[in-house]
């Protein structure tokens, strides 16, 4: 077997960089979900302590944000990582 159709072999079988094929695997959801519950909770008393202390209750769109903001950033994070990842796996194998 030639070199040049092992490349093309080995390039097919390589995985994805596609968004949703890595941000929704190896239980990225789930750390992100965790991470948004403490970091959300955290921002939440900076940002709307005092309303509830009053005993009032804060905008419901923004606490949900507040919490919505972690989740995308792990995820978009961890999606980068992996990605960045895959993309040098690639370019050693080219190397080689």
Request: aromatic share 10%.
């Amino acid at each position: 077997m030639s070199a040049k159709r092992k490349d093309l072999k080995t390039m097919a079988r390589a995985p994805s960089t596609r968004f949703m094929d890595l941000a929704f695997s190896d239980e990225t959801p789930k750390k992100a979900f965790f991470t948004a519950l403490v970091v959300g909770t955290v921002l939440t008393v900076i940002n709307h302590g005092d309303v509830i202390l009053s005993g009032n209750y804060p905008p419901p769109l923004k606490v949900l944000l507040t919490y919505c903001v972690p989740f995308c950033v792990t995820t978009w994070g961890s999606y980068l990582g992996k990605k960045a990842n895959i993309l040098n796996q690639k370019n050693t194998l080219k190397a080689t």
